[in-house]
């Protein structure tokens, strides 16, 4: 009994030095666990280091935006601006000719002597030329050249008459004697180019004739017909009234016809149309 008791004491001897073995190894593991926590340590001062950091280049950001803003503020009060509603259009450029029809508008506004006052009746003297050239590329003659009746008459008769420059006579000198061999009143239906207006003016009572020819060709007033004829000014201008609604009926008879066969109508057969309750597509 007391052998076996002996051998558990030295097992139990054996198993102390195991445990004290142990312990020292639990020792060294201690160590381990001890730089583990030390490294811990050094990697929050880090973090605490770069958190510090990034707080304070926040700081700077935000400082240099309210910087921004200051200015920004500073110049605004400096140089105010306008704001945009919205209901003005924008500005465009402006032509040539209403810049003209301003300056003028101001020209006349301003003039006070008779220098002042030639100046502008010389501006609407160019004006009113300038419009009449215009004019002049879209008129017919009488023989249908690209002309109208009195152009190319000269004012001065200084050294040749006037008679001689008349259009009738240059044409004369040219050979061409159409215009001069009708220039009648009882051969006014010659005078046009479109069969339709022939045709009205063909049916023309000779009276009627002779006052369109004065009024429409030789452009005479109806005071200076009504002495003509010896007839009174309101007779004349009632015969012409006369004559001018027997001859818008016929034309407007005449034109819806050409306008239902499809044909082209010109600017001013359009107008005629418009102005006598008959609307046309000016497209």
Request: charged share 40%; aromatic share 8%.
């Amino acid at each position: 009994m007391f052998d076996d008791d002996y051998e558990h004491e030295e097992e139990y001897e054996i198993r102390g030095d195991f445990i004290d073995n142990g312990g020292e190894k639990d020792a060294l593991w201690d160590d381990e666990d001890t730089a583990d926590t030390e490294a811990d340590g050094c990697n929050e001062s880090d973090s605490d280091e770069i958190e510090i950091e990034q707080n304070e280049q926040m700081l700077r950001q935000v400082a240099l935006e309210q910087n921004i803003i200051d200015q920004l503020e500073a110049d605004a009060e400096e140089h105010p601006f306008e704001e945009d509603t919205g209901d003005e259009e924008p500005e465009r450029k402006k032509l040539k000719r209403e810049l003209q029809a301003e300056a003028l508008a101001r020209l006349e506004d301003s003039a006070r002597t008779r220098r002042d006052f030639e100046n502008v009746i010389a501006w609407w003297d160019r004006l009113d030329a300038n419009r009449e050239r215009r004019e002049r590329y879209h008129e017919l003659s009488r023989s249908g050249d690209d002309i109208p009746i009195d152009y190319g008459a000269s004012a001065n008769g200084l050294y040749f008459p006037d008679y001689l420059n008349d259009v009738l006579e240059k044409q004369m000198r040219r050979g061409d004697f159409i215009d001069a061999i009708f220039n009648c009143p009882y051969d006014i239906h010659e005078l046009v180019t479109e069969d339709y207006l022939c045709k009205i003016l063909r049916e023309l009572n000779d009276e009627h004739k002779e006052l369109l020819f004065l009024c429409a060709v030789r452009l005479f007033s109806s005071t200076k017909i009504a002495a003509i004829r010896g007839q009174s000014d309101r007779n004349i201008r009632k015969v012409r009234g006369t004559m001018l609604k027997k001859i818008r009926k016929k034309l407007l008879a005449a034109l819806i016809d050409k306008r239902g066969e499809q044909q082209s109508l010109s600017l001013l057969e359009k107008e005629f149309l418009a102005d006598n309750s008959e609307p046309v597509e000016t497209a």
